[in-house]
């Protein structure tokens, strides 16, 4: 496992149920699996990581897993060599990597089902990108406390043949130490008691959450834990991921003077004082967003891009400023014409709408960048879905006649 830095702290166990002796050396073989990358994307670096738990005993297990680390390690590999590959967004590539994976245990059709969880955690920010395939939830342990961190959006496992539904891919902001763990089941099914041929398997999927907390967040308590309290039915796999940067400043001394000013409508007066920072560096960014705002009353869409787009490299947790960003790009094409901007609104609202596929003002404006750059076919698509979720959508009509 490669790591390096100390941004995120990383732990990771794997423990098979099956294991046997070949010439006095103990193995192991069962059907988890964990790797951890690290991963250049646009120029941002990540961790890159997946959780998966192949169905069947030992044997067949195995043989999921194995076909899992194949796929997911040649992605990686193939992101690392091509400047394309490495070119795309957090959300694209996790999509793209769920489809890469679904397409590979399709072929096996339905005889080798794997659940995983695959994620990105970016360093710089903590941001965190995960699709969950009918893994147990990702779990947030903050200040003591540990919490499932997902709603419930569960899709199907690799291998399932089903018309793909529209896949979303979740995104969580990371403070400052905050842990993240994720594992297979095999951390819940544990064998309370045993009577003869009678086991009493745990089926409280929150016990997880009071070993954890027991073990204050750490990996060899947290095992110790798990094993006093009952045996293990199944292979065990966990993962954690440390966050452990201040990923941006707080708000400044000029900032509540500010508020007051915007409240008051002396714009310019509270421009200046955001503005009297020494440099971008250490503006926090509530900051950076009124700046961004204030520009825009301006009129000077130049400036409020500039911090607009620093703002959300700084948060790109923040879905709305993301939408609020893509929409100002394609403004500003419409005043300078230049092509660039429309490629950038078109990317940032794509990501939104990996992240929200039924988010109607995204999809309405989506559908009009598409038109704009030339790309009929995405956006006659985009009309279709948006016919889908708001039939009676009154900006609907208006679209169709211009496409």
Not at 320 to 346: D, G
Request: proline residues 3%; charged residues 30%.
């Amino acid at each position: 496992h490669e790591t390096d830095g100390n941004a995120i702290g990383i732990e990771t166990v794997v423990n098979q149920y099956k294991k046997f002796y070949f010439r006095n050396k103990e193995y192991q073989l069962g059907g988890d699996y964990i790797s951890v990358f690290n991963l250049i994307l646009q120029g941002k670096r990540y961790k890159a990581f997946i959780n998966g738990d192949a169905m069947g005993k030992s044997i067949q297990g195995a043989g999921g897993a194995i076909v899992l680390g194949a796929v997911y390690n040649s992605i990686i590999i193939r992101s690392k060599m091509d400047p394309v590959s490495s070119n795309r967004s957090p959300e694209r590539w996790l999509h793209d990597c769920y489809l890469d994976l679904q397409k590979v245990f399709e072929t096996f059709d339905g005889a080798m089902l794997v659940s995983a969880v695959v994620g990105l955690l970016e360093e710089s920010t903590g941001t965190l990108y995960f699709v969950n395939l009918e893994h147990p939830s990702v779990i947030l342990y903050r200040d003591g406390k540990a919490t499932f961190i997902e709603d419930e959006v569960h899709y199907y496992k690799l291998g399932v043949i089903e018309g793909l539904s529209e896949r979303i891919i979740s995104v969580f902001q990371m403070k400052k130490s905050d842990k993240i763990f994720c594992g297979s089941d095999g951390k819940d099914d544990l064998i309370l008691s045993e009577q003869g041929r009678f086991r009493d398997i745990n089926e409280d999927h929150n016990l997880i959450l009071e070993n954890i907390e027991e073990a204050n967040g750490e990996m060899q308590p947290l095992l110790e834990c798990l094993r006093k309290k009952g045996k293990y039915s199944d292979d065990l796999s966990l993962i954690s991921l440390q966050y452990n940067l201040d990923p941006y400043p707080k708000p400044g001394k000029y900032f509540l003077e500010a508020k007051e000013k915007i409240r008051e409508k002396q714009y310019d007066k509270a421009l200046e004082l955001l503005l009297s920072y020494d440099s971008a560096l250490d503006t926090s960014i509530a900051e950076l967003k009124y700046i961004a705002k204030l520009y825009e009353k301006k009129d000077d869409l130049v400036k409020a891009m500039e911090y607009a787009s620093l703002a959300l490299e700084n948060y790109p947790s923040d879905t709305i400023w993301m939408f609020h960003t893509s929409v100002l790009y394609k403004r500003m094409y419409s005043l300078y014409k230049s092509q660039s901007f429309l490629w950038e609104s078109q990317e940032l609202s794509e990501r939104v709408r990996l992240r929200q596929p039924s988010n109607i003002r995204n999809l309405i404006h989506l559908a009009d960048v598409c038109r704009l750059n030339g790309d009929k076919d995405r956006a006659t698509y985009l009309v279709s879905m948006i016919k889908k979720i708001s039939p009676e959508h009154p900006r609907l009509k208006e679209i169709m006649s211009v496409i």
